[in-house]
């Protein structure tokens, strides 16, 4: 499995950026895909996921009602559409994908990783 993130950039706090991950390669369904960050110093931290072939989706509660999560199965590719940005949004988003229908928070549980794409959010 190969993970391809694109999308970030620099935007004023308030606006919107819509990230892609594209996926190829083979995988097993029902498999997950999901969207964590990383601030300077920290350790990755779930932002939200969702099950691909099946029902789900789940959010970190620091970006519920702003985030949305979604995906186009034809293309093989998931986004988050992330509205209402905050300075505090600034990070490296990496997408990432399990097998399995269980939602993991867990940056542990993933076996795949995307190489980050930058989001600025500037007040």
């Known amino acids: 499995v190969q993970l391809q993130a694109s999308g970030g950039g620099l935007v004023q706090a308030g606006g919107s950026l819509r990230l892609s991950c594209a996926r190829s390669?083979?995988?097993?369904?029902?498999?997950?895909m999901g969207w964590f960050r990383r601030f300077p110093g920290k350790e990755r931290e779930f932002v939200a996921a969702?099950?691909?072939?099946?029902?789900?989706?789940r959010y970190a509660d620091s970006v519920l009602g702003r985030f949305t999560i979604s995906r186009d199965n034809a293309k093989n590719t998931m986004y988050l559409q992330m509205d209402s940005l905050k300075p505090e949004d600034t990070a490296i988003y990496y997408c990432?994908?399990?097998?399995?229908?269980?939602?993991?928070?867990?940056?542990?549980?993933?076996?795949?990783w995307g190489q980050g794409t930058q989001v600025t959010v500037s007040s």
């Open positions: 990432a994908h399990r097998v399995g229908s269980n939602i993991n928070i867990d940056s542990n549980a993933y076996a795949y």
């Open positions: 390669g083979r995988t097993f369904s029902p498999y997950v």
């Open positions: 969702i099950v691909l072939n099946g029902v789900g989706t």
